[in-house]
């Protein structure tokens, strides 16, 4: 009997000293994954295209220089804005003073011209199927100067 009360008395030591020595820890763990946004370009006229005209392309007519569109992964609007470096002209290649006369691009229901440079086209979402980019050209002179008559036009996207 005596030995069973040691047994008891050590079972109940060590029963109310592992409560008095345990101990507990605890941690939150967040988890993200970010993915970049972007906006592309697409369609005939992405990347850096080339549109080589004949000269009847360029007489007082309306030509199709290609398609374009865009894709993105993000929500809201895009903006697309238009620049040309002659100031929508064709201008010689050798002689900057000869140039085809001004002409227009339009795009989406949106024409830049000289007279009207800085028109934006905003889309309601990024992602916007190819669609016909057009250039307006007036009539030529009775006599065009021998020569490669070129401008390039700049399109830059953005999202909102």
């Known amino acids: ?63 199709t220089l290609g398609t374009l569109g865009f894709e993105s992964n993000t929500t809201g609007s895009c903006t697309v804005t238009f620049a040309s470096a002659n100031n929508y002209k064709l201008v010689h290649a050798t002689d900057g003073a000869l140039n085809l006369g001004d002409y227009s691009i339009t795009y989406a229901g949106v024409t830049n011209s000289a007279a009207s440079a800085g028109n934006n086209y905003v889309a309601a979402t990024c992602n916007e199927a190819a669609a016909n980019m057009t250039m307006t050209s007036p009539a030529l002179p009775a006599v065009v100067i021998a020569g490669t008559y070129s401008d390039t036009i700049t399109v830059e996207i953005a999202t909102q």
Do not use: Q, R
């Open 1 to 63: 009997m005596k030995f069973t009360k040691h047994l008891i008395a050590s079972a109940v030591l060590l029963a109310t000293s592992s409560i008095a020595i345990a101990a507990t820890d605890s941690t939150t763990i967040e988890i993200n994954v970010t993915k970049d946004a972007y906006v592309n370009l697409v369609g005939s006229l992405s990347g850096n295209a080339v549109a080589p005209l004949a000269l009847a392309d360029v007489n007082d007519t309306t030509t």
